[in-house]
């Protein structure tokens, strides 16, 4: 990135709009820790996606026992456009925005000073992107990369960051490597690579190397149980699936700057509640962290 000499009136309003938004956002948020601390757990909410429908605060709540330290939305049901009461909520239950899954329009021209706006408000640092076509389209991934690197410039120095969330399609080859390897190599640091470490597992890549290859880019990542085809007595969760799971966390603590493990139940083994599924992964994620 290219360097210029600041000027002193430079300096005082980038230093006022940095304390502004260490301000705005919760101290353990803003990576002040140099990413030395463990990271902490948190739940993506589409883990209960049925029951955020009828009753989100009923979720929340449920959440909040859990002993996990934040949650990642997807979606916000009733509280669209109500970032402050949400974050009382949030404050009200002991809980913090681990982070957020949202469109890639929410990085386009005027609505991304309305996504700042809300996500500031809510305390929310990080922004993914679950998914975009154009990721592995040949004609578009580099104009997608170029967007990012434009969000998170204009992220940084407000304490925030954006990122991708990646599935299977993104180790497709394209020009000899990978759509994941191209969109990292051409996106800058400040892109966050929130790797799904249980789809990564499933597209038959070692998640643990990735973490390794692109040290300090993976914030947030997912932590999905995974049952690869042929493991007997396997079950989708986390410490009873086929993820290496010790390996991905002790490689995200000593290598990937992870702030926040997010748990992401998408299935829900042996006919069990999605809530009694949570239960059981962030338990046995919370003994792998425990070690």
């Not at 948190?42 to 449920?62: C, G, I, M, N, P």
């Not at 390794?212 to 007997?232: C, Q």
């Not at 969760?237 to 991905?248: N, T, Y």
Request: proline letters at 3%; glycine letters at 10%.
């Amino acid at each position: 990135m290219e360097q210029c000499v600041m000027k002193r009136r430079d300096f005082l309003k980038a230093s006022a709009l940095s304390a502004a938004a260490a301000a705005l956002l919760p101290r353990t948020l803003l990576g002040q820790d140099g990413g030395k601390k463990p990271a902490r757990i948190a739940l993506q909410l589409y883990s209960l996606r049925e029951d955020s429908k009828k009753d989100f605060d009923a979720v929340l709540t449920e959440v909040s026992k859990l002993g996990v330290a934040g949650v990642e939305f997807a979606g916000y049901h009733r509280y669209g456009g109500k970032a402050k009461e949400l974050r009382q909520r949030l404050d009200d239950l002991g809980l913090v925005a681990a982070g957020t899954h949202i469109g890639t329009g929410s990085f386009r021209g005027d609505a991304l000073q309305r996504t700042i706006d809300f996500h500031q408000a809510l305390g929310c640092k990080y922004l993914i992107v679950p998914s975009d076509r154009d990721f592995t389209n040949p004609e578009k991934w580099r104009t997608l990369a170029e967007l990012f690197n434009a969000t998170a410039e204009k992220l940084k120095p407000l304490g925030m960051a954006c990122g991708y969330h990646n599935h299977t399609a993104e180790f497709k080859q394209h020009e000899g490597k990978s759509f994941f390897e191209l969109f990292a190599d051409n996106t800058s640091a400040d892109v966050v690579l929130q790797q799904d470490c249980g789809w990564t597992f499933h597209a038959g890549q070692d998640p643990v190397a990735l973490i390794k290859k692109y040290p300090g880019r993976f914030g947030t990542v997912h932590i999905k149980p995974m049952v690869r085809g042929g493991d007997a007595g396997k079950r989708a969760i986390i410490g009873q699936d086929s993820v290496p799971w010790a390996d991905v966390v002790a490689a995200c603590n000593q290598f990937g700057g992870t702030e926040w493990l997010t748990i992401e139940q998408e299935s829900y083994s042996g006919g069990k509640s999605p809530l009694d599924c949570v239960k059981e992964s962030v338990a046995g994620l919370k003994a792998i962290v425990a070690g």
